[in-house]
């Protein structure tokens, strides 16, 4: 059995990761036992996999090979390459969030034929999962997705209510240097798309990127006690620069934003379905909704 696996265009991250170490977890006796599990891995992060596992470049003429003799394919988004679902494979498709904002078939509006591509890859999934009963019916309508979708919650987050998330919280922290008595504030603000792809001229929305949080006067008011990991959605991730040694750190490339939520003693969001996942840790949540009464609408 040939499985190939897609996280976010080339990321070891997410459902995806979650679903390919509960298959190894399995042993001997797993009908999977024995597969060969490939992984998409963008150019740039293929050092962020680990050492033993089989990557192909996302994009290369390689990877178009992969998903073509894969007997399952597990992606958390769009594939958004040209490629042949040969018949009797299953793409298993686990997105990744519960959709607060409109997606897909519900947005008010789209670069020209963008969604048009897309479809070509909502054609190919067999399965779809739903992280709750909310979000079922908005997947299925925004998709137009008519195949099976189960209610599983999202593989990613079974690792927060895991034994192991005292362990993992202890060693994240520890690798981002982050001490014991540190707090972590994690800030996740979601993407906006028309700043994204610079669509319009409505002279009452932001035009252009603008952090809305002042770092250095974080940094002063909250001091060293305090750390502010900044997750920006992979829309924006390369448009914010921080100061080296700062209480602010960059963990926006960190593999896996899972890791994130459990080294974090509090999140700062606003429209981000990170919420729901950071929900299940128990910890606060602050909702900074700047423009809240621009973006609703």
Known sequence: MNIVYSAFRGHFSDSPRAVYEAL??????????????????AAHLRDTFPGDISTVEFGSPESIAALEAADLVVSNDHIPLDWEKRPGTTYLQTWHGTPLKRIHNDVLWAPEGRLAYLEQDIARWDLLLSPNRASTERLRTAFGFT?????????????LSSPRRDEVRAAVR?????????????????WRDDLVFNKGTDASGPQDFDFPVDLEEFSARLGTDHVLLLRLHNMVMDRLEVAEGSVVRDVCSHPDIRDLYLAADLMVTDYSSTMFDFAITGRPLLFFTYDLDYFRD
């Open 174 to 190: 520890a690798d981002l240097g982050i001490a014991d008595d540190q707090k972590v504030v994690l800030y996740t603000p979601t």
């Open 147 to 159: 195949g099976p979708i189960h209610e599983t919650g999202l593989p990613r987050n079974d690792l």
């Open 24 to 41: 190894l977890a399995l042993g001997a006796d797993s009908p999977a036992a024995g597969a060969q599990h490939t992984w998409l891995a």
